[in-house]
Each structure stands twice: as C-alpha cells, then as structure tokens.
C-alpha cells in the first residue's frame, strides 16, 4: 500500500469565522403613521466570538449598496 504524502492545511481564524448570514429588513413601528422606518436588528452569540461583546463601540459606514460593520478598538 501506497504510503499518503498530503498535508491538511488547517483553517486559520479567518477563515473558521468568515460566514455569510441572510437577514430581512423589517420596519419600526410609527403609530400607525404612514412610511415607517426601515429596521435591521443583528444578534447571536457570533457577535461575540468575533469581538461584539455587550457594551462593544462599533461603527457603521455606508457604501453604494452595502454596510461595513467594524469593531472600534481602545475605546
């Protein structure tokens, strides 16, 4: 038998963490008024496997069709 001379390349942080997650926009409440306002509401313990923990500072930059979510470091 043929002796296997392969390597696993193991997955480095980056990679084990990096996932894509589906949401829906929904919308805030106005009293019944009419033209709501859009609403997105993010949560999971993922948040804080990658560094989201409760009371975290982030910002939210916006971008031609997307938003870039970072963690503010040293705040």
Not at 34 to 47: A, C, D, E, H, R
């Given at each position: ?36 306002s859009?609403?997105?509401?993010i ?33």
């Amino acid at each position: 038998m043929a002796k296997c001379n392969c390597k696993v390349k193991p997955l480095t942080v980056t990679e084990a963490t990096v996932k894509s997650r589906r949401y829906t926009v929904g919308y805030l409440p106005n009293r019944r008024k009419p033209n709501p306002s859009p609403q997105m509401i993010i949560s999971g313990k993922w948040l804080s496997e990658l560094g989201f923990h409760i009371g975290s500072h982030f910002t939210i930059n916006r971008q031609a069709g997307e938003l870039v979510i970072r963690l503010v470091k040293n705040h």
